[in-house]
């Protein structure tokens, strides 16, 4: 893996308009920056509309999910809980409510800052291994809702990395479990890259 600016591909707001299982596949491998943090994305689902009763989205646009109908390429986060937030990318195009929601980044710099946020000394493999976990440890919640991605603070980046991805039906949902729109890197391939970047320090 090289982290070097020069093989460093941003992503564009087309990347995002697009099929949003596609977008969520995709997604995998990106480079997640936010100032001089960065996280590697290795887990994501995939949110749809007229066929995905467990979409914000669905069954019509209201006060929290309206980011989903009117953007694309727009950060979406929503309260969970009461306490913790997710971090979702719109999709697709404007009244096209979908969306891809982040689950498990893998820390590679600033696991400092993280820990700090999370109150905790855990190793990069388990510290941001949950949709609420990495909003906490990026210092994440409504705040960043509705902001332009590509005029906010956070950018993604295309850095060649090609890993290995598992697509499962979606979990922590009670409707349309069983569509297959979750992909994620297998955990002893995240154990290997997480060896890999160490190697890299």
Known sequence: MNLSKK?????????????????????????????DEMVIITETEAYKWEC??????????????????DTVGHIYVYLIYGVNYCLNFTTEKEWKPWAVLIRWILPIKGVEKM????GKDLEPIKLADWPWKLTKALGIDLSWNGKDLFKSD????????????EATPRIGISKAKDYRWRFVVPKKEVVKLTREINLLK
């Open 115 to 118: 820990q700090v946020r999370r």
């Open 7 to 35: 093989y460093m591909k941003p992503l564009t707001r087309d990347f995002f308009a697009r099929d949003t299982v596609d977008v969520a596949r995709d997604l995998i491998g990106k480079l997640l920056v936010k100032g």
């Open 52 to 69: 995905d009763p467990a979409s914000h989205a669905w069954p019509r646009k209201t006060a929290r999910n309206q980011y989903m109908y």
């Open 154 to 165: 956070l950018q993604i980046l295309d850095i060649g990395l090609n890993l290995p991805v």
